[in-house]
């Protein structure tokens, strides 16, 4: 991953606009277009017994990724008759202790749904968690690297997740539905955003993309978990 200032900086002040904080250029990583950041980041997440939940339908290259890094893939749907708005009880039924990230796309791909601010807003409750269990799974999962057992999350109410949202589509939105980044909802839970310019600016050819990291908290910083996503 670049990470040389100047375009760090230009494409920090660019995602900043429509996001409730301020992005800094030490909130992103440039990568050789979305398809690095996805097979990074599932690199960075694999580890010995982990899962990671997807949408179905979604992209392949993400389940592709994922068997190869050994890290198992389940699969929560996608309601074609609301949409294809998220299944989230089907949802809350996969996550277990060894669940290390969910993934959105949004704009959906294949089936090009946006999904609403309202029904972005329900994650606000299904990862409503105690922030001390959200910092033992992230710090378990990310920073050992795979070579120590799960910590057990006793105590959650709900399972803290990294949330990975693809938003390589981002604001192509052709309907009555507003696109919403979901890093407006990185101050309940720590979002890593994959974006690139070859789709909404058409230019293909030009592989340069990026993760954006929103963690107001600093819950990722704090506990070292950021060095593993640098390293």
Not at 34 to 52: E, M, P, S, Y
Not at 94 to 114: E, Q
Not at 143 to 164: H, N, P, T, W, Y
Request: glycine content about 6%; overall charge neutral; aromatic content about 10%.
């Amino acid at each position: 991953m670049v990470r040389e200032l100047g375009r760090l900086r230009s494409i920090a002040e660019y995602l900043s606009h429509d996001h409730p904080y301020d992005t800094s250029p030490e909130d992103v990583f440039v990568t050789v277009g979305a398809r690095q950041a996805i097979d990074f980041l599932i690199t960075v997440l694999a580890r010995r017994g982990a899962n990671k939940l997807l949408p179905r339908p979604g992209y392949p290259l993400y389940e592709a990724w994922a068997v190869f890094s050994h890290l198992e893939a389940r699969h929560f749907d996608l309601l074609p008759e609301k949409a294809w708005e998220v299944d989230l009880n089907g949802l809350e039924a996969l996550a277990d202790d060894k669940t290390v990230a969910m993934l959105l796309i949004n704009p959906g791909n294949p089936c090009g749904n946006v999904y609403t601010h309202e029904h972005s807003n329900i994650y606000r409750r299904w990862l409503n968690i105690t922030s001390s269990c959200l910092v033992m799974h992230l710090s378990s999962v990310l920073f050992d690297f795979g070579f120590s057992e799960f910590i057990r999350l006793q105590r959650a109410k709900k399972l803290g997740i990294l949330i990975i949202s693809d938003e390589a589509y981002g604001y192509l939105a052709f309907g009555s539905t507003p696109f919403v980044p979901m890093a407006r909802f990185g101050s309940i839970v720590p979002v890593l955003t994959i974006g690139s310019i070859s789709k909404r600016w058409m230019v293909p050819g030009w592989r340069h993309g990026w993760t954006l990291m929103s963690d107001p908290n600093g819950v990722l910083q704090k506990h070292e978990v950021l060095l593993s996503i640098v390293h």
